[in-house]
């Protein structure tokens, strides 16, 4: 099986690249059939702005971009997409949020035609969503981010487009030398992310 882990961070010293090379090495200990592949959108400089071909796009009077086609693409071949991202105001950076906003298109990740129910077209894609946050857990639950954040994010981008959300984690208190700690438990959300009910899903042996 295969996983696509997107992930952006300026800085390529950073926790964020740390984490998702973490689930990459326990992609590859799990099983030797399982592949990965590590998309650095900043690295690989993806431009995140919506503009006049992605607006053609989405109303349906154009083919969409050939960079949102490639990253189509990759999404296509993978069982699972892996999002890693610091957090940025209670959200992911605007890079990643951009990504989504022109790779997720009408006409590809949903149908959304005049006098026409949404039609979800992912449900073949498991999603995982490794946030990286500076701030406690106390921080979050106290005023409510936690649910802000699956709500917007969980709900609102991957239910829509039907992908079940199979795992959303937050690495938390990142500022307080927590580095080790999340890194190894990255190792062990990637050494899960094909686990038997994965397998099921995706009609594997």
Excluded at 69 to 87: F, G, K, N, S, T
Aim: hydrophobic share 45%; glycine share 8%; charged share 20%.
């Amino acid at each position: 099986m295969h996983a696509l882990i997107v992930f952006t961070h300026p800085d390529s010293g950073s926790l964020s690249h740390a984490v998702a090379a973490g689930i990459a090495e326990g992609i590859a200990t799990l099983d030797a059939g399982n592949s990965f592949e590590i998309a650095d959108l900043t690295e690989e400089a993806f431009d995140p702005r919506f503009n006049e071909a992605d607006i053609a796009a989405h109303r349906r009077k154009a083919d969409a971009p050939a960079d949102v086609v490639a990253e189509q693409a990759r999404i296509d071949r993978a069982d699972a997409l892996i999002l890693v991202y610091p957090v940025y105001w209670w959200s992911m950076p605007a890079l990643m949020k951009g990504w989504i906003d022109r790779v997720f298109a009408n006409g590809w990740a949903y149908d959304d035609m005049p006098g026409s129910k949404v039609v979800k077209k992912l449900h073949h894609l498991r999603v995982h969503l490794v946030g990286i946050g500076g701030a406690d857990a106390g921080t979050y639950e106290r005023h409510g981010y936690f649910n802000a954040m699956r709500t917007q994010i969980d709900h609102g981008i991957f239910d829509y487009c039907g992908a079940p959300v199979a795992t959303s984690e937050l690495l938390l208190d990142s500022d307080a030398g927590n580095g080790a700690a999340h890194i190894e438990m990255a190792r062990r959300i990637g050494s899960d992310i094909f686990n038997a009910r994965d397998r099921a899903a995706s009609g594997a042996a």
